[in-house]
């Protein structure tokens, strides 16, 4: 069983860049897709990103594409997304998850504590 730990939030003014981590642990993530999530305040959990499992296709969402990129280093067992052109919009806690489907946006059920993001105006 694979357990994830997000880091790298914090607070950040608009236009400007964060990058988060997602540590596994339990088992090597060369196994599977990976993917980031977001919940904002009275909003449901919604897909982020995705990055497949060995040839590094990516996928994601409309309101991200062109500033949110998702890596993985599968030799260190993380993933990454780095954000630039940070907007208020963005502001959520982020949560990464295993993924599965061809779309690689159905996530598994179980959730880490996420790692908040707040960008400010």
């Known amino acids: 069983q694979v357990q994830l730990v997000e880091s790298g939030g914090g607070l950040v003014q608009v236009g400007g860049s964060l990058r988060l981590s997602c540590a596994a642990s339990?088992?090597?993530?060369?196994?599977?897709?990976v993917g980031w999530f977001r919940q904002a305040p009275g909003k449901a959990r919604e897909f982020v990103a995705a990055?497949?499992?060995?040839?590094?296709?990516?996928n994601y969402a409309d309101s991200v594409k062109g500033r949110f990129t998702i890596s993985r280093d599968n030799a260190k067992n993380t993933i990454s997304l780095q954000m630039n052109s940070l907007k208020p919009e963005d502001t959520a806690v982020y949560y990464c998850?295993?993924?599965?489907?061809?779309?690689?946006?159905?996530?598994?059920?179980?959730w880490g504590q996420g790692t908040q993001v707040t960008v400010s105006s």
């Open positions: 339990g088992q090597s993530i060369s196994y599977y897709a």
């Open positions: 990055i497949s499992r060995i040839e590094g296709r990516t």
């Open positions: 998850n295993l993924v599965y489907g061809s779309t690689m946006t159905s996530p598994l059920d179980s």
